[in-house]
């Protein structure tokens, strides 16, 4: 099946500080999702991008599908970014694949 | 709030019992889907169902077995349950098969005493 790297496996900032975390995957995609899943263990959708550039906020995403990778980038990170954010594809039209996550702590 | 509901929030039951989780999709959904988060295996996908039918099948134990009724809920039936089983389970939905983002439920916590 397909394989999802997700780095690095955790981060630690000072508030204000930007980030950019990396997800690799081994085959084509047809779907890519991002997600926040905060300390109550929620997970929230953050992006859907399976190719291309998309924004939200402080928070921006870039799928290059030709070469299997995505980047979330967290802009002027606040301790509510805190939690760890996973990257999951999809290719046969059903099951998301996820990655093992990011862990980030973002400090006062 | 996704729009995706899932109930129980918490359960606290013994080795050997079967429980009952479940999920109602968000309004106009016909995709359900089944996750468990454990501290070993991550996130995995357990079972899709399309508008009341099975259509994918992933790491689901022969203990677990789950349906999508008339309505669109669905439920997941975990039996025999083992230490193991302890983790998270979420639902999500999507308008259809593939193509489109999953939204996923608060999620229900599972733990075997």
């Known amino acids: 099946g397909i394989q999802v790297e997700q780095s690095p496996p955790d981060l630690i900032l000072q508030e204000g500080a930007n980030s950019t975390l990396r997800c690799n995957f081994s085959d084509s995609v047809n779907n890519l999702q991002w997600f926040h899943q905060n300390p109550w263990g929620q997970l929230i959708n953050l992006f859907y991008?399976?190719?291309g550039t998309k924004q939200n906020g402080r928070l921006s995403a870039t799928t290059v599908a030709t070469e299997r990778y995505s980047l979330l980038y967290i802009s002027s990170s606040q301790t509510t970014d805190s939690g760890v954010y996973f990257c999951?594809?999809?290719?046969?039209?059903?099951?998301?694949?996820f990655g093992e996550g990011t862990q980030l702590t973002v400090n006062p | 709030d996704s729009g995706v509901t899932q109930t129980p929030k918490h359960l606290i039951t013994a080795t050997g019992q079967r429980v009952t989780l479940r999920c109602s999709p968000r309004s106009g959904d016909l995709s359900v889907y089944w996750y468990q988060q454990s501290l070993d295996q991550g996130l995995q996908f357990l079972i899709q169902?399309?508008?009341?039918?099975?259509?994918a099948k992933g790491n689901i134990l022969e203990r677990f077995s789950a349906q999508q009724f008339p309505d669109l809920h669905s439920e997941l039936n975990l039996s025999s349950l083992e230490l193991g089983d302890s983790a998270l389970y979420f639902c999500?939905?999507?308008?259809?098969?593939?193509?489109?983002?999953?939204?996923f439920g608060p999620g229900t916590r599972l733990t075997v005493l």
């Open positions: 991008i399976p190719s």
């Open positions: 169902y399309y508008n009341g039918e099975e259509r």
């Open positions: 999500a939905s999507s308008v259809s098969r593939g193509l489109h983002t999953q939204y």
């Open positions: 999951a594809v999809e290719t046969s039209g059903s099951r998301l694949t």
